[in-house]
């Protein structure tokens, strides 16, 4: 009957549009009602608890590496490097698309925001080039998403702290499934693009090529080193993400020097604002996630598939077609904060390594970032590229149905995650 109550509770005040943070206080409020144990200073005391965490001060400094890197000039610079690495072959901007991404990927964690600058950069010169518009756009979409996956992300960083799961683990864990992404990327472009009769750039002459290497190896270098001193221990990833700040500060800054002081307020302020969000949403997720444990809700679902517990794979297919379809309605950070906890107990019953699962957890939620109907970074590169949002459904489908294949091949295979990681540990 208490799963009962739960489900209702938060998806009744979601269909009738409650903002998913006040949907999930609202969920707690009726489990505590329910249980006969209301009151609003448990509430008060959790959210405050929940929220000052350590861990957590990941967040808004990754977030302000993520803004400084665009305003400082960061992000241009690798795109210019990447076009004179690919430009010249056939379909070579939706390359450099691909190849600007994982670079993106790695020092900033944010899909909406890498996926804005691919489009705000790449969409208007593959639109002059005579690509499909509609394709191209997609292709950014899809690229964006890899950026949750590859380490530095935001996404392990909430799983960990909600699940209880090694930060750093899925931090190293999601290099080789980030990097099988953006591949299948680039083998779908390339299929779909083959066809297309469009204008290529000029062949960058070697000179070229290493000055645009030289202007992009402060931006390059920034996650050689957050990666590097994650995995020899010099910082934690929560150090990591401070550290990611001020180096994006000092290159932007004082050697781009593209940083003003009226472009470093907006850059403030803006992630601010997406940082109060983030840990409001976080804050109550984390009272929800109490009062699920105290419910003893892991437990009862976990008696619910207790014939799935023997046949581990089967369970991942479960759950994964579970969150493609929830990914449809919720935001990444949502559906992370309120199934990463109730999921987790099913996952360690059936001993499955709880790091492979945070990593498939993420890659499938960041999967219906790109899925209508609501699809936030389809969203945002609607509108940063001025392309119809059916349009750009239309486009993507074609990088959605790659990336799930490869999702398909890391739930039949643990074994391309696992070996890596257990190298890497």
Known sequence: MIILVFLGSLFSTLAIGVPVAF????????????????????????????????????????????????????????VHFAVTCVGHIRGGLG??????????????????????????????????????????????????????????????????????????????GGIVPGLMMAIALAVMWGITARNEKVDTLPKSSGGERLKAAGAAVWALFMPVIILAGIRFGLFTPTEAAVVAAVYALFVGGVVYRELTWASLYRVFVNAAKTTSIVMFLVAAALVTSWLITSANI????????????????????????????????????????????VLMPMIRAAEIDPVYFGIIFVMTTCISLITPPVGVVLNVVSGVSKVPMGKVVYGVLPFILSQVVVLMLLVLFPEIVLAPLNWLR
């Open 298 to 341: 892991p437990n009862q679902l976990v008696g619910l598939v207790e014939p799935f517990i023997d046949n581990p794979k089967l369970l991942m297919f479960c759950i994964v077609l579970l969150l493609l379809v929830v990914g449809m309605v919720l935001d990444l950070a949502p559906t992370i904060l309120i199934f990463g906890p």
């Open 23 to 78: 949907a999930l206080l609202t969920t707690g409020i009726v489990l505590m009602t329910f249980m006969g144990m209301f009151n609003p200073q448990i509430i008060a005391q959790q959210m405050v608890t929940g929220a000052n965490t350590f861990t957590l001060l990941a967040i808004p400094f990754f977030l302000l590496a993520g803004e400084l890197m665009n305003a400082g000039g960061l992000s241009r610079r690798i």
């Open 95 to 172: 390359y450099v698309a691909v190849m600007a991404a994982v670079i993106m990927a790695s020092m900033s964690g944010s899909a909406a925001a890498d996926s804005a600058a691919l489009a705000a950069i790449l969409v208007p010169m593959m639109r002059d080039a005579g690509y499909n518009v509609p394709r191209a756009a997609g292709l950014m979409a899809a690229g964006g998403i890899v950026a949750p996956v590859i380490p530095p992300s935001l996404a392990y960083i909430i799983f960990g702290v909600a699940a209880n799961v090694s930060i750093t683990g899925l931090f190293l």
